[in-house]
Every structure is written in C-alpha cells, then in structure tokens.
C-alpha cells in the first residue's frame, strides 16, 4: 500500500470510527441530562437523537473530507477537517460534564438509584475521555511518534470500561467516587428513623425470639 492508500485508510476508515466512539459518549450524556431533568422524551425520539449525533456526524465529515482529497487533494484541507471532528468532541465532552455535574449535584435528593449511577458512570466516562485528550494534545505539541499517540487511545479505552466497573452499584470504590451526588439529607434521614425505631422497641431480650 502506497503512501496516498494509507491516508485514505487513516481518514476514510480510523478517523470515522473514533469519531463514533467520542461521539457516543457526548449522546450518552445528552441522554443522561435529559432523564435527570425529568424531560419526557419518547424512546423513539431518544433513538432519533442517538443515530443523528453518533451515525449521521461521522458521515458528514467523512463526506466533507473525501470531497477535499479527491477533488483537490490539499492536505492542509484534509487535515483540517480532521481536526474539526476530533475538536468538536471534545468541547462538547466538556461542556456535557459540567453541566452533568451541576444538574445531578443539584436534583440529587430527586434522583433515584439509576439516575445516580448513569450520573457518576457519564462523569467519570468524559472526565477519562477529556484525560485522554489532554494527553494527545500535550503529544502532539511535543511531537511524539505516533505510536504514543496509539497508546494513550488504548489506555483511555481501558480507563472507560473500568469506569463502569468502580461505579456500578455494590463496587467497593463506589460509595467513594463522586460521593458529593448521593443524597445526603436522605441517608441521614433514614439513620435517624432507625436510630427512633431502635430506641422506640428497645433492645431486644430473650422472650422475643420465643
């Protein structure tokens, strides 16, 4: 394979499926937002909203860029396109995490279990994403040999599965990551009924196991 195959490989085959892969997290959120601020929104739509961020985005950039190399052939032009769509991602990823944050921390004693756990999976999933980023811009300025580059993707990969993994429900870290959502007023409540009940009953004697 000749230099112009690889390139087209590079953009026409690996820069779409990133892209997908980032954009997935950015709809994940999107959904996650939603469901925390108690909008109705039909499954369908959901789905509707889903394929147009993670499938039709993808598509117009891989339009876009093979318009630009096949009809003038700029790199320049290429790798412009290229930088929009992994750029573009990435800004919203962060503008989705913050707002993420904010919404859970605010409505945490309205949130249920699951609502709680999509909340601390969507943060911890963007915060790993943006760490990723992070490193291949610094890689990038420094001027890194590709392969680095490679690395850090697949380690952020790795870092975004054991993200589900530390905050899954009964996980022992997960009482401890991003513990500022869970409901505070609520868990003391409970303590506090229980502690009356205790003292209500008293303790319990011989006879009431009779």
């Not at 147009?52 to 096949?70: A, D, H, Y």
């Not at 412009?80 to 503008?95: G, K, R, S």
Request: glycine share 4%; hydrophobic share 50%.
């Amino acid at each position: 394979m000749n230099d112009e195959g690889k390139m087209r490989f590079i953009l026409y085959f690996i820069g779409p499926l990133e892209c997908v892969f980032d954009l997935s997290l950015v709809s994940l959120s999107v959904e996650a937002i939603i469901d925390i601020s108690a909008t109705y929104i039909s499954e369908r739509n959901i789905w509707f909203l889903y394929l147009t961020i993670v499938v039709c985005l993808p598509i117009f950039f891989l339009l876009l860029m093979v318009i630009v190399w096949e009809s003038a052939h700029t790199f320049r032009g290429v790798l412009n396109t290229a930088l929009v769509e992994d750029i573009l991602p990435a800004v919203a990823t962060v503008v989705l995490l913050v707002l993420l944050y904010l919404l859970a921390r605010r409505k945490a004693s309205c949130l249920n279990q699951e609502q709680t756990f999509k909340a601390k999976l969507m943060v911890t999933l963007s915060l790993c994403e943006t760490l990723g980023v992070l490193l291949n811009l610094g890689l990038y300025l420094a001027q890194a040999q590709i392969v680095l580059d490679d690395l850090m993707d697949s380690l952020m990969k790795v870092g975004v599965c054991c993200c589900y993994l530390v905050v899954s429900p009964g996980s022992l870290l997960e009482p401890h990551v991003l513990s500022s959502l869970h409901d505070k007023d609520r868990t003391t409540t409970n303590q506090n009924i229980l502690r009356e009940e205790h003292e209500v009953q008293g303790p319990l004697g011989p006879q009431d196991f009779r």
